[in-house]
């Protein structure tokens, strides 16, 4: 059994000041996958983030220091049940839209994520 610790969990306690601090401090590593852990919200609603070759995002490369858009998956609510941002609505993957229009938001400009954090009080950290 490996005693080894996520190349991420350095960034357990962190505070980010935006997403695009996030981007730029947290390396999309995690498993091999090219996925950033989830963000949470203050409010405590929390969602996915990513930008890599994989994700709908501009550039569409792996751990760039800054991106022009992301891809935003499946937000929650503090208490777990799906958020579906207005502002997010024109970015959403017809395959992945849920009854409550939820799922996966594609070449989300960062100011209008940023935007949408910012309503619900900034980036407060990672979820654990």
Request: hydrophobic share 40%.
């Amino acid at each position: 059994m490996s005693n080894t610790v996520s190349p991420l969990g350095r960034f357990a306690n962190s505070q980010f000041a935006s997403v695009a601090d996030f981007l730029a401090r947290v390396p999309a590593d995690r498993h091999g996958a090219h996925l950033r852990p989830m963000l949470k919200l203050a409010d405590g609603s929390s969602l996915s983030v990513q930008a890599s070759s994989g994700h709908y995002s501009c550039p569409r490369s792996d751990n760039e220091r800054v991106y022009e858009a992301v891809e935003v998956g499946f937000p929650q609510n503090a208490d777990g049940t799906p958020w579906s941002p207005e502002a997010l609505a024109p970015y959403l993957e017809p395959y992945s839209k849920t009854a409550d229009n939820a799922g996966v938001f594609a070449w989300v400009p960062l100011e209008v994520l940023e935007a949408v954090c910012a309503e619900r009080g900034g980036v407060a950290g990672l979820v654990h």
